[in-house]
């Protein structure tokens, strides 16, 4: 069985700009959630994905917004970056069915905001 | 945002030793779960724990659920030089219709040669 598969693994943005990053998850997982991570504040989580539809939301800006796919398949964006946006983002993806809270993550996108 | 209190924030040991580590929280969680990090990689899954008291077993790995629902104990046994990175707690709050994971501070494992 495949893992969670998260494009691109690195990139480099600069201040304003805005960036999609994209995660499938593992086949027959339905929920995806994003969780960013850095240095000073550790993984947080940024927002769930269910059925196309957003179940749960992190204490982040309104710059910071995703989407999910039929295929489930999810993308985030963040608009108008900022220099403290640099960070891991991870993607997660669990079989919400088996209600067993296990997240299964990708290896993550590292995002540097110059 | 939130972060749960996990210590000791970092190890050094010599390869063989046995490891402890342990997560506190002032909320009551439902399910207790460990991953491991290595350095680019995203959290692997170590053991999960879903009751009060649960002690539960991954080979050298060994997790223990909290009688008080807010703490967690990982241990390590006969360390081996694979064992090096990065251990997070994580909890989650609701049995049901929740996958939002709180994470701990984590604990860096070194192992000195």
């Known amino acids: 069985k495949a893992g969670v598969t998260q494009t691109p693994r690195y990139l480099i943005k600069t201040r304003g700009q805005q960036v999609t990053l994209s995660c499938s998850p593992i086949?027959?997982?339905?929920?995806v959630s994003w969780y960013q991570q850095t240095p000073g504040q550790g993984l947080q989580f940024l927002f769930e994905?269910?059925?196309?539809?957003?179940?749960n939301k992190g204490n982040f800006p309104g710059r910071f917004s995703g989407r999910q796919f039929s295929n489930s398949r999810s993308e985030m964006n963040v608009s108008t970056l900022e220099l403290g946006d640099s960070a891991l983002y991870l993607c997660?993806?669990?079989?919400?069915?088996?209600?067993?809270?296990?997240?299964?993550f990708g290896e993550g996108s590292r995002l540097t905001v110059l | 945002g939130q972060q749960l209190n996990q210590s000791p924030q970092s190890m050094f040991i010599q390869e063989g030793e046995d490891v402890s580590m342990n997560c506190t929280s002032s909320?009551?969680?439902?399910?207790w779960l460990w991953y491991k990090q290595d350095p680019g990689e995203g959290p692997v899954l170590l053991i999960a724990?879903?009751?009060?008291?649960e002690l539960t077993s991954n080979g050298r790995l060994t997790a223990q659920f909290g009688i008080t629902r807010k703490d967690s104990f990982l241990n390590i046994s006969a360390s081996i030089p694979s064992d090096v990175g990065i251990y997070f707690c994580a909890g989650r709050l609701s049995n049901f219709g929740n996958e939002k994971l709180t994470f701990g501070t984590g604990t860096r494992l070194t192992i000195i040669p």
């Open positions: 086949s027959g997982h339905r929920s």
């Open positions: 994905y269910f059925s196309e539809t957003q179940r």
């Open positions: 997660a993806s669990s079989d919400r069915r088996r209600n067993t809270g296990e997240l299964f």
């Open positions: 724990l879903y009751k009060a008291g």
């Open positions: 909320s009551i969680f439902n399910t």
